[in-house]
């Protein structure tokens, strides 16, 4: 059985930075295109960030362009999300999510942490 576990969140004062983490376990044959999703109160779950299978292709919500940086270790089944300069804005509920190839089943499918909370006091 493969796991997502998230952790990292925390609170933070506004302009300041967190680091999530979020470590794959189980079954895995191979981790594929990985991003980070967040979700505020009373608002729907929104795409953050992404990177390919290969971690040469990022890609970010506009809104956090120029402040998070999403990487990947492979070697470590992690996916990472710096976020710097941080706004009240970015408080939220953050998830990450997995394109993963079970070794049990050998397909791929998508998986999701169960989300590490992070807090932008003003």
């Known amino acids: 059985q493969v796991q997502l576990v998230e952790s990292g969140g925390g609170l933070v004062q506004s302009g300041g930075s967190l680091r999530l983490s979020c470590a794959a376990s189980?079954?895995?044959?191979?981790?594929?295109?990985m991003g980070w999703y967040r979700q505020a109160p009373g608002k729907q779950r929104e795409w953050v960030a992404g990177v390919s299978t290969s971690g040469t292709t990022r890609n970010y919500a506009d809104s956090v362009k120029g402040r998070f940086l999403i990487s990947r270790d492979d070697a470590k089944n992690t996916l990472f999300l710096q976020m710097n300069s941080l706004r009240p804005e970015d408080t939220a509920v953050y998830y990450c999510?997995?394109?993963?190839?079970?070794?049990?089943?050998?397909?791929?499918?998508?998986?999701w942490g169960q989300g590490t909370q992070v807090t932008v006091s003003s």
């Open positions: 999510n997995a394109m993963i190839r079970d070794r049990t089943t050998l397909k791929t499918s998508p998986y």
């Open positions: 189980g079954s895995i044959v191979r981790l594929n295109a």
